[in-house]
């Protein structure tokens, strides 16, 4: 009786051990999939600029963009969300230009920034951030 209570009680610390490593395992590709996502999106916004002044009226888009990933297995998606932050370092005038630092966060769980603290009880961190120095040269 008391070796199938050891047993019991070894093989419940095995499937809590498991258990911990699957979640572990999801939170880390998790990051590693926003990291990817939080660099292409910077990129993306460095590199398309010039038309962003044209289309929205700014020289960088802030709205939040969802993108479904297969980021766990190839049944079901997650979805991340980003969000670009410019904030202007310094500003020439039109004719020589802006300089931006612009950051870009990506997060997951909830469409909603500022939700992202909230949600995270027993989680850990669902965000990730990225940025750079961008200078958009005057018109």
């Known amino acids: 009786m ?3 209570g050891l047993l019991g009680l070894i093989l419940l610390s095995v ?3 498991f258990h911990s490593l699957l ?20 990129n993306e916004l460095v590199t ?11 020289d ?6 969802g993108q479904a990933v297969y980021a766990h297995d190839s ?3 997650s979805t991340f969300y980003s969000q670009a932050r410019p904030e202007l370092l310094k500003d020439d005038g039109p004719a020589f230009g ?11 769980n909830t469409p909603d920034a500022n939700q992202v ?11 990730v951030k990225a940025g750079r120095v961008v200078y958009v040269p005057g018109s």
């Open 15 to 17: 499937i809590a051990l």
């Open 2 to 4: 008391l070796a199938v």
């Open 60 to 65: 960088f888009p802030t709205d939040v963009l």
């Open 117 to 127: 603290a909230a949600n995270r009880h027993q989680q850990g961190a669902q965000s």
């Open 23 to 42: 979640a572990s395992t999801s939170k880390s590709n998790d990051m590693t999939v926003a990291t990817a996502m939080a660099q292409q999106r910077l």
């Open 48 to 58: 398309q600029q010039p038309s962003y002044r044209a289309t929205y009226g700014q």
């Open 75 to 77: 049944q079901s998606t």
């Open 98 to 108: 802006r300089t931006y630092y612009l950051e870009v966060q990506v997060f997951w």
